[in-house]
């Protein structure tokens, strides 16, 4: 992203905050894997999406009129000796010059100078709960301030999340982030490719997950957007499945649900298809059940539409697949109102998409569900789980675990799918997996 990405971003921010408001986002600490090892650091979604500053220890403060800069950034000092260990810091000078701050502090001096930047401010844009030591740094410079109020310091009397507009502001992508999401999915497309070709019995699970990796790590995306599933037969009956352990098998079928991270931006993509390259006809009939609910998902995504049609148009093409296939009856409007698909298909269609996997924003606008706006970005991903074992079920179904997922963006007329380019028909997946 460009410095104008960001700085933008804040100015929309600055100006809903209002005179008299302060904003404060700290970021996250560094988490352990085990002795002595971190985990790799991401930085907080909200934190990077209004700064691109990727360093831990680091606490983001905007202050709507302040004569000496709306932009503060506390972060760490530069250290020769620690940068010898773990990599160059931006420090203070790095935080202006790089980073676009008004003025940067050193992380150990905030309780010194932060309580002085909230002297006086009428409301903190903060939200509570999610660093919860923070949380109690916060309420002490606060109670620090009212301690001072007889020599005329006025404390904040109000504390209101800030999700509640920045989140908004997410929902919404600019030109520069869908760039961004099309190259995580145009990524994504091609690992998804790669698993099907190099698909066959006898390898396990884990195999192909490397293969997910290296071609995300091999195209710049550095790691995937959450925990890669790799799911062969009834193992594609378990949602979120990631052990990846399993040998595969002829005549199963295999469910990979993967997604890569680019700038931190996420994609998120779900294929199904045979481990042997060819569709058993049960396996056959359920996959064209799923695929036909997809694409009726999708046909109703566009302007004014509402959030949960495609959901809707996924629940009704499922059922009355499954009444077809004889795996319900009765009558499809029936079985509907009576959530009998969730005995096959229990999850949601679909969620936002942005720089977390399961993105930010409102579902719901008080009581309806929102309309769809150009700009948001969704998954469609319908599916059909049947375990082995599934009471009243013919053996021929069961095991078989299918899900399709497309990362969906809405747009001025309509929308676009940014993970096109996958084999999608059996037709397709067959002649792609033999190499035709």
Not at 24 to 53: K, Q
Not at 144 to 161: E, F, M, Q
Not at 169 to 186: C, P
Request: glycine fraction near 8%; aromatic fraction near 8%; charge should be neutral.
């Amino acid at each position: 992203m460009r410095p104008d990405e960001f700085a933008r971003r804040r100015r929309r921010l600055l100006q809903m905050m209002g005179e008299g408001a302060i904003a404060i986002l700290p970021a996250p600490p560094v988490c352990l894997r085990n002795r002595h090892n971190e985990y790799p650091y991401r930085p907080d979604s909200d934190l990077f999406y209004l700064t691109g500053f990727p360093e831990p220890e680091a606490v983001l403060v905007l202050i709507p009129g302040r004569s000496h800069g709306e932009y503060i950034l506390f972060c760490r000092e530069r250290d020769p000796r620690m940068e010898q260990w773990s990599g160059a810091r931006a420090g203070q000078e790095g935080a202006v010059q790089q980073y676009g701050a008004d003025d940067s502090f050193p992380i150990s001096d905030i309780d010194d100078i932060l309580p002085g930047l909230l002297e006086n401010r009428s409301r903190v844009y903060y939200t509570m709960g999610r660093e919860r030591d923070f949380d109690q740094r916060l309420i002490g410079w606060i109670d620090r301030l009212r301690d001072r109020a007889r020599s005329g310091v006025h404390a904040p009397d109000n504390i209101t999340a800030l999700e509640h507009l920045l989140h908004e502001m997410r929902l919404i992508k600019s030109a520069a982030e869908i760039k961004a999401m099309r190259r995580a999915a145009a990524v994504t497309v091609q690992a998804h490719r790669r698993a099907m070709r190099l698909c066959r019995p006898g390898l396990h699970e884990y195999q192909i997950e490397a293969e997910l990796l290296h071609q995300f790590v091999s195209e710049g995306c550095r790691s995937p957007a959450y925990s890669s599933i790799v799911a062969a037969g009834g193992n594609g009956c378990i949602l979120h499945y990631t052990a990846n352990s399993a040998r595969m098998r002829s005549g199963e079928l295999l469910l990979v649900d993967a997604g890569a991270e680019y700038q931190n931006y996420a994609a998120d993509v779900t294929t199904t298809f045979p481990v042997s390259g060819r569709f058993r006809p049960a396996q056959r009939a359920l996959y064209n059940v799923v695929l036909a609910a997809q694409r009726e998902a999708i046909a109703t995504i566009a302007p004014g539409r509402h959030w949960n049609e495609p959901h809707e148009a996924a629940v009704r093409a499922i059922t009355e697949g499954l009444v077809e296939l004889g795996l319900l009856r009765g009558r499809v409007a029936t079985l509907i109102r009576k959530e009998s698909y969730k005995r096959f298909f229990m999850h949601r269609t679909g969620h936002w998409l942005g720089m977390d996997v399961h993105d930010v924003g409102e579902y719901k606008v008080g009581e309806s569900w929102r309309m769809l706006e150009p700009g948001m970005v969704m998954t469609v991903e319908p599916g059909v789980y049947i375990p082995a074992g599934s009471r009243g079920v013919d053996r021929k179904w069961w095991n078989i675990g299918i899900r399709i997922e497309d990362d969906v963006l809405v747009t001025r007329d309509g929308c676009e799918i940014l993970s096109a380019g996958l084999p999608r028909t059996v037709e397709e997946i067959e002649a792609f997996m033999s190499h035709e």
